[in-house]
């Protein structure tokens, strides 16, 4: 003889088929549990798009703006770049309005194609993504995309100062060896360099949000 309790669990009052009836216990527990966390993740989904809304429109937003902007509007960008790589390679740059900072030593200019903008988006679309997934309240998560847009600013000015650094110390070696041109190579260290420290970012960051996660 057999009952379902409260929660449609079935109860054997008297043993039959030990083994069997088991077996047909955990099939149903599996999935309830299974119906259960696809019902978590519908619903976590309807409640994060708002927020991947927002981002997808504030990156769309910034995109559109760049195409106008020119050396003087990226300043931000541009002068924090390069400051640090002065630093790095002992050298001086001068400022030449409408196209950027020269670098007569280096034969070099940072001018709009170098700000890091394009990175700046990714950077913000990423870190954006990780405080909507980890956040826990609107506030939190309304915070956390507004955090996300600063810090991926200061992300972008270390990751390519970065970029540019390791072009100047390894591209002049690496046109010897490969049979490729210098933009080509340039655009391939840009890349590398980009996707590397994104990477980084992105598993360094989901680590330390799940920790804090489990330790609420």
């Keep these: 003889m057999q009952k379902c309790d409260k ?3 079935f109860i054997c009052l008297y043993p039959v088929n030990d083994v069997l009836l088991i077996f047909s ?14 019902m978590n993740n519908k619903l976590s989904i309807y409640n994060e ?21 020119d050396s003087s509007h990226l300043w931000f960008l541009l002068k924090p770049t390069d400051i640090l790589v002065g630093l790095l390679t002992a050298s001086k740059s001068v400022y030449i309005d409408g196209i950027g900072y020269r670098y007569e030593e280096l034969n ?10 394009n990175l700046w988006i990714i950077a913000f679309v990423v870190f954006g993504y990780l405080a909507v997934k980890h956040g826990i309240s609107v506030g939190n998560r309304t915070l956390g995309i507004a ?38 190579i340039h655009e391939a260290i840009g890349v590398a360099v980009n996707l590397s420290f994104l990477m980084l970012a992105y598993i360094i960051i989901d680590k330390v949000l799940t920790n804090k996660d489990k330790s609420l």
């Design 7 to 9: 929660k449609g669990t």
């Design 25 to 38: 216990l955990k099939k149903y527990n599996f999935a309830n549990i299974n119906h259960k966390q696809s």
């Design 49 to 69: 798009l708002p927020y991947f809304i927002v981002i997808g429109f504030v990156a769309a937003t910034m995109k559109y703006l760049v195409w106008f902007a």
């Design 108 to 117: 070099m200019v940072i001018d709009n194609s170098c700000s890091g903008f």
């Design 147 to 184: 955090l996300s847009l600063v810090a991926s600013l200061f992300f972008t000015i270390f990751a390519n100062t970065s970029r540019i650094f390791v072009a100047i110390t390894f591209q002049p070696i690496l046109r010897e060896i490969l049979p490729f041109s210098k933009g080509i």
